[in-house]
């Protein structure tokens, strides 16, 4: 079941670039995307979301982008942080109820 | 602030037993979920469950898996034959409202590590 895909499983940045995570999808019937960030023994923490009616989404330093055409999504993190250095996983939904996992990627950002 | 809490961390168990996973949701969340990640591999949903009910189950959430909230507080996840591909970490998650465009946040647990030997 690959409805949901992240195709770089690492990312190395230095501090103060820019990261882009990339997100793609199979489903067009997905209403509903998230991002999470996870650290090491803990469970996904809720980064930002964006549903299929818009095409950006951005809350402080994170920008999520949808193209619903080429059925991509992508989190910008600007300016990149040491402390953004975890697994990022996105989402999928359709109508909330059961959500599809990313396999996530793997970001470190240098200092 | 409130967070979802689960028992316990670490639950190691003989294949062929039953286990029971414990969650407490956020108090005035509506919607539960268990979703699993086998160790170095996507987080997969489990099952979705509101009023009472399984709203969503995915083709892992077979027989052998059953999930109940007991008294109003407790969101448990019993598996009753634990085979060796059951061994991964088991998240809880809530969530307030339903289908709301604009604030669907889960939050998770931490999550049980469930190894079967």
């Known amino acids: 079941d690959q409805q949901v895909k992240q195709n770089s499983p690492s990312l190395s940045v230095q501090e103060g670039r820019i990261s882009i995570l990339n997100c793609d999808y199979t489903?067009?019937?997905?209403?509903?995307f998230l991002w999470y960030k996870k650290y090491p023994a803990e469970g996904p923490t809720f980064l930002i979301s964006?549903?299929?009616?818009?095409d950006k989404n951005e809350d402080g330093r994170f920008t999520v982008f949808l193209n619903k055409s080429a059925k991509h999504l992508s989190l910008h993190i600007v300016p990149s942080q040491p402390g953004d250095s975890a697994v990022y996983f996105c989402?999928?939904?359709?109508?909330?109820?059961?959500?599809?996992f990313g396999s996530g990627t793997k970001l470190n950002v240098k200092p | 602030e409130p967070e979802v809490t689960q028992t316990p961390s670490h639950q190691v168990t003989q294949m062929g037993q039953e286990v029971i996973l414990r969650c407490v949701p956020i108090?005035?969340?509506?919607?539960f979920y268990w979703y699993r990640q086998i160790l170095g591999q996507k987080v997969e949903f489990l099952v979705s469950?509101?009023?009472?009910?399984?709203?969503?189950k995915s083709e892992i959430f077979d027989d052998q898996f059953s999930v109940e909230r007991p008294d109003g507080s407790n969101f448990t996840l019993k598996i009753r034959s634990t085979k060796l591909e059951d061994s991964a970490m088991y998240f809880c998650?809530?969530?307030?409202?339903?289908?709301?465009?604009?604030?669907?946040?889960?939050?998770f647990g931490p999550g049980t590590r469930l190894t079967v030997l």
């Open positions: 998650a809530s969530k307030a409202r339903g289908g709301d465009l604009f604030y669907n946040e889960q939050f």
């Open positions: 489903n067009s019937m997905f209403d509903y």
């Open positions: 964006i549903s299929s009616i818009k």
């Open positions: 989402a999928a939904s359709r109508n909330f109820n059961k959500f599809y």
């Open positions: 108090s005035n969340h509506l919607y």
């Open positions: 469950f509101y009023n009472n009910e399984i709203s969503e």
